[in-house]
């Protein structure tokens, strides 16, 4: 009997255990999870303002007046399409080759030694 109150005791302590380390790996992926989004939240917060309100007393706020003509602007001027195009280009050369390297492999002759 008294084998049997000892292990019961020491599976409530084990789930305790379990929970307490379960909640601290909530606790920490949450804090992680934060500190992740923050930047883009603060960024996309940031591209509705004026040029000047970055330096404003306000961390995270939404303008009144959102200037949705500052993604026409970096789409025009900092030639996001053209820049667009051009990864897609160097993407699919690369990934044809790659693929076509990775076909042509198998029938290649290669000579492999045996481990003594």
């Known amino acids: ?12 302590v084990y789930r305790l255990q ?3 380390l379960k ?5 920490l ?6 500190m992740q989004l923050f930047p883009l939240i603060w960024v ?9 309100d970055l330096f404003g007393g306000e961390l995270l706020r939404l303008p009144l007046h959102p200037q949705w003509d500052n ?11 053209q820049y667009s195009l051009n990864s897609l280009l160097v993407v699919s050369i690369s990934t044809l080759i790659s693929t076509a390297s990775t076909l042509v492999q198998p029938s290649a ?4 030694r045996r481990a003594v």
């Open 1 to 12: 009997m008294k084998t049997l109150a000892l292990a019961q005791g020491n599976s409530s």
């Open 18 to 20: 379990r929970r307490t």
């Open 23 to 27: 909640v601290a790996l909530y606790a």
């Open 29 to 34: 992926l949450v804090f992680v999870a934060v």
């Open 44 to 52: 996309a917060s940031y591209s509705l303002q004026k040029s000047g």
């Open 71 to 81: 993604y026409v602007r970096a789409f025009r001027d900092g030639k996001v399409l």
């Open 109 to 112: 002759e290669i000579t492999v």
